[in-house]
């Protein structure tokens, strides 16, 4: 398990909001350690296994969501249940890969020490290994404080990526970021103009009342109100003629420019000292419109460029992109 420290702006999903608003989530720190443990190593049609969730040394544990993945070939989820005073949010089943989720009700202090957290009943559709995983554990405690305790990744495909591969997996386990499947993340692919704003709005939680959109924005697009939002508030601007280009890829030098938009409009501006760009052999490249959110992204330590290069009209993937809401949570 990886331990370090950030600090991320994010929501617990709770049911009826018992748990609202969390301000920030830390990685594992202490020796508070989550295992699982299962009734069989080997599934038979029909034949029960349950899957306990365990926590140890337990540190005034409030509330915890938890990412498990399993063989859905080998094993199908019949029910969750736990012994702890408080509620158990239904878990939501994706293709083999399951979220978890408890809550205490009203003032009371968490759980100390070790202890089930919960037990997770299967049945078995066919002989075999159901692999059980247990990706990560975000846990609350009293005062909302948030930690997120990584344990694995659910994404098989980020070799290669490790300089992005630990803000995948903590933005993952937040809820911040998906997958493109259960298994795979897609880290080099291109990511989409409304992917990011979409990304961007969702992650700094940025809200406003939405009463028109770009001509190109179909109100049946998933990203239809995130694009709506950032263009309500003067993020997105379009590309001209009140069209956005949802389904172009975005360039590095425009996700820059999204991003210091937002973060002013979120209460948390970049420096806006200008930063010396000379240092970027391709620094000539940047648009007369992006040179300034470059420099505060790169002064703010949000942009670091590669080889002396900060490529502005490359195309940004969904590991740049990663990387890039992962430090903006963070500053």
């Known amino acids: ?77 019949v029910k969750a249940d736990s012994k702890l005073e408080g509620f158990m ?34 049945k078995g559709k066919a002989q075999g290994n159901p692999k059980f995983k247990l990706i990560a554990v975000k846990t609350v405690d009293s005062n909302l404080a948030a930690t997120v305790y990584i344990y694995g990744s659910a994404f098989e495909d980020l070799a290669g990526y490790d300089w992005a591969k630990k803000e995948i997996e903590t933005l993952a386990a937040s809820g911040v970021i998906k997958g493109t499947s259960a298994t795979a993340f897609s880290p080099g692919a291109n990511i ?33 109100k995130e694009v709506a939002i950032a263009k309500k508030l003067g993020i997105a601007q379009g590309a001209g003629n009140n069209r956005f280009e949802p389904r172009t890829s975005i360039s590095r030098q425009d996700m820059m420019v999204l991003a210091a938009r937002a973060m002013k409009i979120a209460g948390n501006p970049l420096d806006e000292s200008a930063a010396d760009l000379s240092s970027f052999s391709d620094a000539s490249e940047v648009a007369a419109y992006a040179v300034s959110p470059l420099s505060q992204l790169v002064k703010s330590g949000i942009i670091k460029g590669e080889n002396g290069l900060i490529k502005p009209n490359g195309t940004a993937n969904r590991a740049e992109a990663a990387v890039v809401i992962y430090r903006l949570m963070n500053k």
Not at 10 to 22: D, G, Q
Not at 56 to 72: M, Q, R, V
Not at 91 to 116: R, V
């Open 89 to 122: 949010v239904p878990p939501k089943i994706d293709n083999g890969k399951m979220t978890i989720a408890f809550t205490k009700i009203g003032k009371k202090s968490g759980e100390q020490g070790s202890t089930s957290l919960s037990t997770l009943v299967f």
């Open 192 to 224: 989409t103009r409304a992917d990011f704003i979409s990304l961007l709005v969702r992650a700094l939680k940025l809200n406003a009342e939405i009463d028109s959109n770009f001509i190109d924005v179909a109100q049946s697009d998933y990203y239809y």
């Open 1 to 77: 398990m990886r331990k370090g420290k950030i600090s991320i702006l994010t929501c617990f999903l709770i049911a009826a909001m018992i748990v609202a608003c969390i301000p920030s989530v830390g990685y594992a720190q202490g020796d508070t350690v989550f295992t699982l443990n299962k009734s069989s190593e080997n599934a038979l049609p029909d034949e029960t296994i349950e899957v306990t969730v365990n926590g140890n040394d337990l540190k005034d544990l409030y509330a915890y969501e938890a990412w498990i993945t399993f063989d859905s070939d080998v094993v199908e989820f």
